[in-house]
């Protein structure tokens, strides 16, 4: 059996939630980062698959978080698919999630069927880890 290990970075606690159950009934393993620089520190210490970054947060937003991740000196991380998941949908909003260096893009609220679809494409380009 294949696991695919995704890092969930979201600082409010109902969206925690919400995630959370969908990535269980999608059958995924995760970590949950409560800001981006935990984010940082999770890619820094453990192999995933996927991450799923909230862009507006306390402490390191998505943009300065991810910047982070793709300056780490792992090459791993450099191509790691960082999923922005953002409330903003205004238009030029997704062209700026992926100056940031974000893979895609996945507006609030979002369902199931949505995520699914998103994580299947990314996730079908790479072997899972396994290992966070």
Known sequence: MTVFDILLVEDNPINQGVAKAMLVKLGLGFELANHGAEAVDWVRRADFDLVLMDCQMPVMDGFKATAAIRGLPDAR???????????????????ACRDAGMNGFLAKPYTLSMLHTTLAQWLAQGEPTGSA
């Open 77 to 95: 991380a450099r191509k790691l698919p960082i999923v922005a998941l953002t409330a903003n949908a205004m238009q030029g909003d997704e062209q």
